[in-house]
């Protein structure tokens, strides 16, 4: 992730928190919530996921720890939908298949 793409995920955090927290676009936050933040983008979580884990997040947070619990549990829920390798997302490989043999095995079994 470049550094300007860095700023950007940080910056979409930080200003769905903002929403969330009813407070304007800008507000200083902790070290801590950025530590968490930064965290979060360093490990490579998917922003939706982290935005979704946020807006999840029930009562009033006051801070971005607060809401460390729905997003991790966000991204892992989403991190089971869509697994990194499925057998059915596998190319399949042809080495070693003869069409001459199949036909032979084919036909001998329909006895034709």
Known sequence: MTP???EKWLKAVFEELSKRLGREPGWCYSPADYHLAEGW???G????AVLQGIRETGGAPRSLQAC???VEANVARQAQA????HPLLEPI???GW???KEKARIM???GR
Request: aromatic content about 4%; glycine content about 8%; proline content about 15%.
């Open 45 to 48: 979580l998917p922003l939706p």
């Open 82 to 85: 869509v697994p990194e390798k």
């Open 68 to 70: 460390k619990g729905a």
């Open 4 to 6: 300007s793409d860095r």
């Open 108 to 110: 001998g079994r329909y």
């Open 98 to 100: 003869d069409p001459a």
């Open 41 to 43: 983008c360093s490990k």
């Open 93 to 95: 490989s042809m080495a």
